[in-house]
């Protein structure tokens, strides 16, 4: 693809696959930073915002949403061709979203439970992220994503340069904040010494535990964290439920889900 030419105003385009919007909005919600931005840039395909349509190519492409259809295996490829840098946003497009949670069961047998001639749904077995099908510049994640981080990344791509997004755990957004540790004070359960920040520990401000909207970290240590779940009485079946939420499919997640599944299925035959 072409770069942009020297002097011209780079092109946005935001695009919808399976998924609620939310991160969508997460960029109306942007309110004021909205207009700069808008002014810096050419916001030439957003559905959510304006019926206005201009052509590809774009310099810069914000992809919600996972892939579920065949059709959109196929509308993945067409955005990749006219994006010169394409970055996806939110658990759905980074991990398969919550309706990845078919990954784990008969997709055709919800089909014929929901639907009252499911013969005419075209569905795929799997709920894939977007960088299952085409190369990903890079991935914002979250449910939904943090304004902050979503304006970081698009004004970094402006600039030239790698988004700067934090890898460390929610726990130590509650360091910052100066919350007291639930899971350690309350003997709550929480997932954040496994989840990236970027959500301001807003859970766990609230006292609540973490549910893990953003992912893993790098490094997360989900086998320790495991046993201290089970310490404060949560069974192997709880902890496939807590890892199979929004970002069920990300290898540290998944990998533990069904280490947790696997025990449970010990048990049953004991």
């Known amino acids: 693809m072409k770069r942009t030419a020297p002097g011209a105003t780079p092109r946005l385009a935001v695009w919808k696959f399976a998924s609620c919007d939310g991160c969508q909005l997460t960029l109306l919600d942007c309110e004021e930073d909205l207009l700069p931005l808008a002014s810096a840039m050419d916001i030439a395909y957003f559905l959510e915002a304006s019926s206005a349509v201009g052509p590809g190519p774009y310099d810069l492409s914000l992809v919600e949403g996972s892939i579920t259809t065949p059709q959109d295996a196929q509308r993945i490829q067409h955005v990749r061709r006219v994006s010169r840098r394409l970055v996806t946003i939110g658990a759905c497009a980074t991990a398969g979203g919550v309706q990845a949670l078919r990954d784990f069961a008969d997709v055709r047998e919800f089909a014929a439970v929901v639907y009252a ?125 807590v890892y199979r939420t929004f970002n069920a499919t990300e290898e540290p997640f998944l990998r533990a889900s069904e280490e947790a599944e696997e025990a449970v299925g010990t048990e049953g035959d004991a």
């Open 117 to 241: 001639a499911p013969e005419y749904i075209a569905t795929l077995d799997r709920s894939t992220p977007i960088s299952a099908h085409v190369p990903v510049d890079f991935e914002l994640r979250g449910c939904p994503i943090d304004k902050r981080q979503l304006i970081e990344v698009i004004t970094a791509f402006l600039a030239g340069r790698r988004p700067v997004v934090p890898g460390h755990s929610v726990c130590v957004e509650c360091k910052i904040r100066g919350n007291v540790c639930v899971l350690v004070a309350h003997g709550t359960p929480c997932l954040g010494p496994v989840t990236q920040a970027g959500c301001g520990a807003l859970c766990p401000a609230s006292d609540r535990g973490c549910y893990g909207c953003f992912g893993p970290t790098e490094t997360p240590n989900s086998r320790a964290l495991d046993a201290r779940l089970r310490e404060l009485g949560m069974s192997d079946a709880d902890l496939v439920r």
